[in-house]
């Protein structure tokens, strides 16, 4: 049960580096980047690169987001539902089973996703709108290869956003 804890702690650190790259890329000062870059800083040549397609970079952070979370929740139900369950069934509550595992897949949607929206979302956020520039050159090389890994995916999500 402590693995699936940490598991848990994982995804929602996952989401917390997207959420985090997501404002700081957003926050960045892009011409003093560029100038950096001009001054031959690899990372700082990087970083024009993925501010130069925006829509690349976001598309692939809500790919990681998404992917997080999802697992996040899946983990989390599979994880703690059945055991749940059968704690309170052995109080003989008045509902049946089927409704009893509905409830507290919904308690543990509910509580994971408060500690997803503070920890993995809100917090990262507000740290990446103060430290931009740090998180930004931190965040970029992996960026960089999750873009690469992830191109064909969103190269089908943006020509099917596109046709719409």
Same mark, same amino acid.
């Given at each position: ?8 702690? %994982? ?5 917390? /580096? ?40 976001? $598309? ?7 992917? =997080? &979370?999802?697992?996040? !929740? ?5 994880? /703690?539902?059945?055991?749940?369950? =059968?704690?309170? &069934? ?5 509902? !049946? ?5 509905? &409830? %507290?897949?919904?308690?543990?949607? +509910? ?8 920890? &993995? ?13 740090? +998180? $930004? /050159? /931190? ?7 999750? !873009?690469? +890994? ?8 943006? =020509?099917?956003?596109? !046709?719409?």
């Amino acid at each position: 049960m402590i693995i699936k804890f940490v598991f848990l702690t %994982i995804l929602i650190a996952v989401n917390a /580096f997207f959420a985090a790259s997501e404002m700081a890329l957003i926050s960045l000062n892009d011409n003093k980047i560029k100038l950096m870059a001009e001054k031959g800083d690899k990372k700082a040549r990087h970083l024009v690169k993925l501010l130069g397609e925006p829509s690349r970079f976001l $598309a692939t952070i809500q790919i990681g987001i998404t992917l =997080a &979370g999802f697992l996040a !929740s899946a983990l989390a139900a599979e994880s /703690f539902a059945d055991p749940l369950v =059968a704690i309170l &069934g052995a109080y003989s509550l008045p509902v !049946s089973e089927a409704v009893l595992k509905a &409830g %507290i897949v919904l308690a543990i949607t +509910i509580i994971l996703s408060y500690f997803t929206l503070v920890f &993995g979302e809100l917090v990262p956020k507000r740290v990446a709108m103060k430290k931009a520039e740090g +998180i $930004a /050159f /931190f965040v970029v090389t992996t960026l960089t290869l999750l !873009s690469k +890994i992830t191109n064909p995916f969103v190269k089908l999500l943006t =020509a099917y956003k596109t !046709s719409l």
